[in-house]
């Protein structure tokens, strides 16, 4: 195996080593600066600077690095203790199990486009000009997702039909889009490059219909959609161009077939259908929060209690001339008992239906109560516009809705001037929080947690922003105006259209792997895993390397020491623990993404920490093996120290969680085996935090 060091122009100086025959020394003034060559299969060690400089040099090779510069010479440490590091990191490589290069193969060159809302929509625009074949799929039986039942867009205010209509007829006419609207998905399986998706196509009852509308006349059933009235059969301008049977609320009682009785079949079934793809993007939009969860504004109980979509509907088709609106923003959000989180874009909905109604009845009186209005950059001018108008803003959230001679009053404390007032309304609007579309993510199985934003992991293979090809685009991740949906769309339909020029995508980064022969199929690293990477298959594990985020918290977990991390397996650390520890270290196993950057960023603001501490850079908190703290404290270390990122900052979903519970054991543990439980510690350690990394390195010391 090789060894490099690279001086960094003079700053590193090591003297010869006498490392065994089987390690060939090689030494660069300046290695950042130089053409050098690692074979596939070749192990190979280097001492120089930082690791999260240097290894993106070398991004498919099998390198270990020793952080000489920060870690030695920055810190006035002695040669000693860099040989000592040396020693243990080629000790480590020599054990690893190497690192294989996963190929993955685009079989597929198409994309499954869920969801024909703005996003969707324009995302297929924007990939169908590229040349690729789009399989656009709707749940609905028209195209155009919630903002098809709008007025006006938002935040903006223009008519949906001036920015949706042209996308659509442009989608419509494109012959590499296969539309399927009334359509769900039921299962999808396969990988990155080769996914089959099994569509249910839901019966519509209409085919080959002239729009003459006869059926609408004689259907006997009215459905309340979403504050329009409509019959069960119906139709809204947008594609396709023909009527839907909406067979939840069909009665069958067949008035609609004896006007129309070769168009509309009330007997069709569902068909199921298979295709195949090389992405899948997730345009699913977002939903509204269950309103009726917040008992006290009487969703669901009072008729004239609405959200925002409903009240724009009545208003626009003129069934409802309120006289007096309340308007209450943070419906159910920024609030612990419902959405902890801001949706965003509330605010600006609550102003964009204050103008609407005010454009209309000028005469309507109407009142916004906020706990604090929030609408960032230009569209302040609607907050202007709107007071001009003689709108009410009331800072306060309502504490009550409840009805009183028929009519509805609005209890709410204004903060202003500390009065408690009681507004009369003939219309109370709930502007309310919004979640995403959890159960196609669930079918993806993409883990989230229900709430916005929709949080993945990033860029394993380049420019894909989820693992496995699958995209998210506009509200599907975060609550958007228009605006900000199609340039989110756009960047989406880059990077798949990228993709999708390659036939096969490689990648190096270390993933796990089972040993079948230790493995007893307990599912532990199943339960831990944030990422779905592994699955049972013929009573077997199977690890999916194009979920796999080498974070190797399953590894840690695998009670029968089965599963086994690329560059990380038990053997590999044990043999670096072995090799370094003396009596009085501190064994130090930091996050690469938070503690280990304070190490270095230590060097830069000269903190000097003591010279006792020897340093592993782990690929998260989560990862390290009670085994290995165990090994370091028999071997004489005086402790050691787990450095990880802070709560909800963690890079693998909730790897420092992991840590953290595996640390109450532990010290439960070593208690047990007659040591004190300080000598080991769990912190949370930020990138910058160098003083805060010093401290607690001299406490150690003390202990
Ligand atoms: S935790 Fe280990 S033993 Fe249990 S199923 Fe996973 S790999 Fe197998
Ligand atoms: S290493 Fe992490 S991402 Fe990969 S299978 Fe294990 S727990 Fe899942």
């Given at each position: 195996m090789r060894l490099i060091i690279c001086h960094c122009n003079g700053l590193i100086n090591i003297p010869d080593l006498d490392l065994g025959p089987d390690v060939k020394i090689e030494r660069y003034d300046d290695l950042c600066k130089q053409e050098v060559k690692i074979d596939p299969g070749e192990k190979v060690v280097i001492g120089g600077c930082s690791p999260s400089l240097m290894e993106g040099l070398f991004p498919d090779a099998d390198v270990e690095f020793v952080n000489l510069k920060d870690h030695i010479f920055l810190m006035n440490h002695s040669v000693e203790k860099a040989q000592s590091l040396l020693k243990a990191t080629i000790e480590k490589s020599k054990s690893g199990m190497g690192l294989k290069k996963k190929i993955f193969t685009i079989r597929s060159k198409s994309t499954a486009v869920i969801g024909s809302g703005v996003a969707g929509l324009d995302l297929t625009n924007a990939l169908t000009k590229a040349g690729r074949k789009i399989y656009l799929i709707e749940?609905?039986?028209?195209?155009?997702?919630?903002?098809?039942?709008?007025?006006?867009?938002?935040?903006?205010?223009?008519?949906w039909s001036h920015t949706v209509l042209p996308l659509i007829s442009s989608v419509v006419k494109n012959r590499n889009v296969e539309i399927f609207t009334n359509t769900e998905i039921m299962e999808i399986k396969g990988e990155l490059g080769d996914y089959k998706i099994q569509l249910k196509n839901k019966p519509r009852g209409v085919v080959d219909c002239n729009n003459c509308g006869a059926c609408v006349a004689v259907c006997p059933i009215t459905v309340q959609d979403n504050g329009r009235i409509r019959k069960a059969i119906y139709t809204i301008n947008t594609y396709p161009y023909i009527y839907a049977i909406d067979f939840n609320s069909?009665?069958?009682?067949?008035e609609c077939v004896k006007v129309c009785p070769k168009k509309i079949d009330l007997n069709e079934i569902e068909k199921i259908i298979e295709i195949n793809t090389g992405t899948i993007a997730v345009a699913t939009g977002l939903k509204f929060y269950d309103l009726e969860k917040v008992e006290e504004y009487g969703y669901g109980k009072y008729p004239n209690v609405m959200n925002v979509l409903e009240f724009e509907r009545k208003i626009t088709d003129g069934s409802f001339a309120p006289r007096n609106v309340v308007l209450i923003c943070c419906a159910g959000s920024r609030d612990n008992n419902h959405l902890p989180y801001c949706s965003r874009i509330c605010c600006f909905l609550a102003l964009k239906e204050a103008k609407l109604v005010t454009d209309r009845y000028p005469e309507t009186r109407v009142f916004v109560c906020a706990m604090d209005m929030r609408s960032y950059g230009n569209f302040e001018y609607f907050y202007a516009t709107l007071r001009e108008r003689g709108v009410s803003f009331i800072k306060g959230k309502p504490s009550e809705v409840m009805q009183r001679d028929g009519n509805l009053v609005v209890r709410v404390e204004d903060l202003y001037t500390n009065e408690l007032l009681e507004i009369d309304a003939d219309a109370v609007v709930l502007s309310g929080g919004f979640v995403p579309d959890k159960e196609t993510f669930d079918k993806l199985g993409v883990k989230i947690d229900g709430n916005f934003p929709v949080i993945f992991e990033s860029g394993k293979l380049g420019?894909?922003?989820?693992?496995?090809?699958i995209f998210v685009a506009g509200s599907a991740s975060f609550p958007a105006g228009v605006f900000e949906t199609i340039v989110d769309a756009r960047k989406s339909a880059f990077s798949i259209f990228s993709l999708l020029q390659n036939d096969t995508i490689e990648s190096s980064q270390p993933i796990v792997y089972v040993n079948e022969d230790y493995c007893s199929v307990c599912k532990t690293c199943i339960s831990v895993c944030p990422y779905n990477a592994i699955t049972i298959e013929n009573d077997k594990i199977k690890i999916h390397p194009d979920l796999c985020m080498g974070c190797g918290i399953c590894a840690s977990a695998c009670p029968a020491a089965a599963s086994r991390l690329e560059k990380f397996t038990v053997r590999e650390i044990s043999d670096w623990v072995k090799t370094t520890t003396k009596p009085g270290d501190i064994i130090a196993f930091l996050c690469k993404w938070s503690a280990y950057n304070a190490t270095e960023t230590a060097a830069y603001m000269k903190v000097q920490y003591p010279e006792n501490i020897k340093i592993l850079r782990v690929p998260c908190s989560g990862a390290v093996e009670p085994n290995h703290i165990i090994q370091a404290l028999n071997l004489g270390a005086r402790g050691v120290l787990i450095g990880g990122c802070y709560p909800d900052a963690c890079h693998y979903v909730k790897g420092n969680f992991k840590a953290r519970t595996r640390e109450k054991i532990l010290k439960e543990t070593i208690e047990l085996l007659g040591?004190?439980?300080?000598?080991v510690r769990l912190e949370w350690i930020g990138k910058d935090e160098a003083k805060k990394f010093e401290s607690i390195i001299k406490e150690m010391n003390k202990g």
């Open positions: 749940k609905e039986p028209f195209l155009g997702g919630t903002v098809a039942k709008l007025d006006r867009l938002y935040p903006e205010g223009t008519p069909c009665n069958k009682c067949g420019n894909i922003e989820m693992p496995r090809g040591l004190s439980r300080d000598r």
